[in-house]
């Protein structure tokens, strides 16, 4: 019943800059924390950002806090994760999920999107 789009995956160079989207179909958007995670290779998944509900509260990973940005803009049932300065160790699937609250644990969110995979070269 909840279906979470991702896009904005791709190839880029070290330093440079991507952002991906997460598009929700749900009524009740607005009312639902999101986070995003990512998982490389050989990896378990590990948080990397959250947001509340009002968008008034973000929690970063410590390996990319000053490097990227999450936003929402409920209007348009949309969460971003804006990520510049990118390094090769960045390289990974990410993943968006819903949840009640922007926990950094798997265990908080109940639907996750398909992944998109984000590739940084040296």
């Known amino acids: 019943q909840v279906q979470l789009r991702e896009s904005g995956g791709g190839l880029v160079q070290a330093g440079g800059s991507l952002s991906l989207s997460c598009v929700a179909s749900?009524?009740?958007?607005?009312?639902?924390?999101f986070g995003w995670f990512r998982q490389a290779p050989g990896k378990e998944r590990e948080f990397v950002a959250g947001?509340?509900?009002?968008?008034?509260?973000?929690d970063y990973a410590a390996s990319v806090k000053g490097r990227f940005t999450v936003s929402r803009d409920n209007a348009k049932n949309t969460v971003y994760l804006q990520m510049n300065s990118l390094k090769p160790e960045d390289t990974a699937v990410y993943y968006c999920?819903?949840?009640?609250?922007?926990?950094?644990?798997?265990?908080?969110?109940?639907?996750w999107g398909q992944g998109t995979q984000v590739t940084v070269s040296s």
């Open positions: 999920a819903q949840g009640v609250r922007a926990f950094n644990t798997t265990r908080a969110y109940d639907y």
């Open positions: 749900s009524r009740t958007f607005s009312s639902y924390a």
């Open positions: 947001i509340s509900w009002t968008g008034g509260y973000t």
